[in-house]
């Protein structure tokens, strides 16, 4: 394991992928493609960026509240 997937967890613990996949699994639903998760992060990053922190997860989940596709809605939050 590198020392960059590493970063932020435990030993032992579930990469990122791994987590996602079976949280999506317990809601029902499918975890995102490495695409829209890569997205995802992009518009975390946007909303983080641009006003507090707070906004990214937050922003993330708007998205999915909103039925909008990952790509538009990070358009749209560059264009704020």
């Given amino acids: 394991m590198s020392a960059e997937s590493a970063k932020g967890r435990d030993a032992g613990s579930p990469s990122a992928a791994d987590w996602l996949a079976a949280f999506a ?3 029902g639903t499918e975890p995102p493609d490495e695409e829209t998760m890569a997205l995802l992060l992009d518009l975390a990053g946007v909303a983080a ?7 990214a997860p937050i922003a993330c989940w708007l998205v999915g509240r909103a039925g909008c596709s990952t790509a538009d809605a990070l358009d749209i939050a560059r264009d704020l």
Avoid: Q, V, Y
């Avoid at 960026?49 to 906004?55: K, L, N, T, W, Y």
């Fill in 25 to 27: 699994a317990r809601l």
């Fill in 49 to 55: 960026h641009s006003s507090e922190r707070i906004a």
